[in-house]
């Protein structure tokens, strides 16, 4: 008996240690900022729902990320997990199943862009945040030509030296850096594998560094906390410049 006890005393610190070891890791990388990544489009009323981080719950419970009023959707129906070659959903065990493109999965499957997901009766498309193709519009975009006629309020992130075009409108953040998930995507040295993150809310743009080696500039200043950006601003990373272009302000 006294053996059991005193190999107690030693066991239940070295379990704990292997379990903070495990854990603690994925807690962290879940809660990352990496932005968003990916959105869950309601055919029903065209709402997006934005994914961030790297798991996204789904279910009834109002404990899950994205939660579904729905007497068909089980309290923690599925999850919606980031992996380096996408996204991933998996059933949690619920009681109606989980469809992609009306077929039921009984294991992790992967996620294509356009994909219909169904759990109980609702019914999204998955839509995933890729990296933007650079146009050469500049011209195009400069206001006060007679070709300059736009339907809504037009965003660019302009790289100075190229003329690359990026356009962002639409989007609620845009991940400037090196990393194979970012939407604009900056192959140079000390540049970090997310450097930097474009930010939309109510309305207006904002900027804030995501803790890189080497930092981020706003019109030549260091950018310390998020910080909101206008039209004509200039964001500097690492010696690529940037100059934000917008037509407008609109409501998230």
Known sequence: MDFIVDAGRWL??????????????????????????????????????????????????????IILGYNTVSRFHAVLSKHKSG????????????????????KPRALENGDTLVFGNAVFVFVENTPIE???TVEQYEQGTEEYVPDGPVTYIIDESTGDAYRIDG???????RGDDVQIQLNRPNVSRRHAMLVFDEGQW??????????T????????????????DTIDICGTTYVFRTSGEVSA
């Open 12 to 65: 239940l610190p070295v379990l704990a240690a292997v379990i903070v070891v495990f854990c603690v890791p994925s807690l962290l990388k879940g809660n990352a900022k990496i932005g968003v990544t990916g959105y869950l489009v309601n055919e029903a009323n065209g709402d997006r729902i934005p994914l961030s981080g790297y798991e996204v719950s789904v279910g009834r419970s109002k404990v899950c990320d």
């Open 87 to 106: 996204w991933r959903v998996t059933d949690t065990g619920s009681k109606t199943g989980t469809y992609i493109n009306s077929e039921k999965i009984d």
């Open 134 to 136: 650079p146009q050469q």
């Open 171 to 177: 989007l609620l953040t845009c991940m400037i850096g």
């Open 206 to 215: 904002s900027v804030t560094d995501m803790d890189s080696q080497f930092g």
């Open 217 to 232: 500039m706003l019109n030549g200043k260091p950018v310390r906390r998020m910080t909101k950006i206008k039209d004509g």
